[in-house]
């Protein structure tokens, strides 16, 4: 993962927890709680691809683990945000800019219930029966409701943001220099034919020349 994405994921990750922690946890809503940290490990790896969605969703996900009030074993959320930021990066569009908002928005609704779903599954093997107890019907439609109606105000700026600065001195060197390649293949081979050309006439014209020399040196014998 290249330094520019560590350097961009950090911070974005940190606000999301904290407005998460200290805002969004605090609203009492019913049911789950909208996820901005979800919402920013999806928008960063439909840009990233899997690698760097599952890297990052595992930062997040300790992150997460460690930030107060942490009511579950640490690594429970870290091991969760790691398979939906690889799940959510095989679903990468080319380029990473999708066609249209369908796509990016289908991918916050399974990596919502994914992610509550796969929790309430560890938490079930730790121990865990807060789910149980809550409703996991109500949990998985609440949290695909939430976060459904906060990712168009954060995925696509986010997403945006990656590819902005998302510049890859390789691949442009590598594109570059390919262009390159092709276009002085192209200009050489056209000169090759120009001068292939040229020499070719210059071959029938200097036959030509030889031919009537040929036929003056005769005509004079002949006289």
């Not at 994921?9 to 019913?30: G, N, W, Y």
């Not at 799940?87 to 999708?98: D, K, S, V």
């Not at 919502?112 to 309430?120: C, N, P």
């Not at 071959?203 to 014998?221: D, L, T």
Request: charged share 15%.
């Amino acid at each position: 993962m290249r330094l520019n994405r560590i350097l961009l994921a950090t911070p974005l990750v940190i606000v999301a927890l904290v407005i998460q922690v200290s805002v969004l946890a605090r609203l009492h809503l019913p049911g789950a709680v909208p996820d901005l940290v979800l919402l920013t490990v999806v928008a960063l790896a439909l840009v990233y691809g899997h690698v760097g969605g599952s890297l990052i969703g595992f930062g997040a996900g300790l992150l997460s683990d460690l930030a107060p009030p942490a009511d579950h074993a640490a690594g429970r959320y870290a091991l969760v945000l790691c398979v939906i930021g690889y799940l959510a990066g095989l679903a990468r569009p080319e380029n990473g800019r999708p066609r249209s908002a369908t796509g990016p928005m289908a991918v916050v609704v399974a990596a919502a219930i994914g992610s509550t779903l796969l929790y309430a599954s560890v938490g079930a093997l730790v121990g865990d029966t807060a789910a149980r107890h809550v409703g996991l019907g109500g949990l998985l439609f609440t949290a695909a409701v939430y976060d459904l109606l906060l990712a168009p105000f954060v995925v696509p700026g986010l997403m945006a943001l990656a590819r902005k600065l998302d510049n890859d001195p390789l691949a442009e060197t590598g594109g570059s220099a390919k262009a390159a390649d092709v276009a002085s293949g192209r200009l050489s081979s056209g000169t090759g034919l120009s001068l292939g050309g040229r020499r070719g006439g210059l071959r029938v014209r200097a036959a030509k020349a030889r031919v009537a020399r040929a036929g003056r040196i005769k005509g004079v014998k002949r006289l």
